[in-house]
């Protein structure tokens, strides 16, 4: 179990609470697809993504995008069993979609990025590292079934 600070506790809450989840989920998920070109073969289906104008066009990208940060937010509303809240979700990236569980990781590398640029100075390092912490949570989560 994820033992959590308030100050922890707070500082993603606080991050959802701003974030405009039709904007930085697609602009995460696009810059992933951009920057790490393999993770593209999960989304054949999303239609042209050929280069990066394309995929920051796509609006299947961005809907996925935002679908992403719900799913997070599922997380923030339920830190302390993250693990469990997150089962089904496994299952299905592992056993039907089989998604490589490395790029949980990227995508939150991406949207690490996203998030400071967005927030700006108030993406201390304290802030980074309670944010960051979450989302390792988060993807270890999504990556338990596959374990």
């Not at 679908?67 to 693990?83: E, P, Q, S």
């Not at 490395?102 to 690490?112: E, G, I, P, S």
């Amino acid at each position: 179990m994820v033992e959590w600070t308030d100050f922890e506790r707070d500082t993603i809450k606080d991050i959802f609470s701003k974030m405009e989840y039709e904007v930085v989920g697609p602009a995460a998920l696009a810059r992933c697809l951009v920057v790490y070109p393999w993770t593209q073969r999960y989304f054949g289906n999303f239609g042209n993504l050929y280069n990066a104008a394309a995929i920051k066009g796509n609006p299947m990208v961005s809907k996925h995008g935002t679908t992403i940060l719900h799913g997070l937010d599922r997380a923030v509303k339920n830190m302390d069993d993250i693990k469990n809240t997150y089962t089904e979700l496994s299952v299905l990236h592992s056993e039907k979609l089989h998604v490589d569980p490395d790029n949980f990781k990227l995508l939150a590398d991406c949207l690490t990025i996203v998030v400071a640029a967005q927030l700006g100075k108030e993406f201390t390092g304290e802030v980074q590292a309670a944010f960051q912490k979450f989302l390792a949570v988060a993807v270890s989560s999504l990556g338990r079934q596959y374990h």
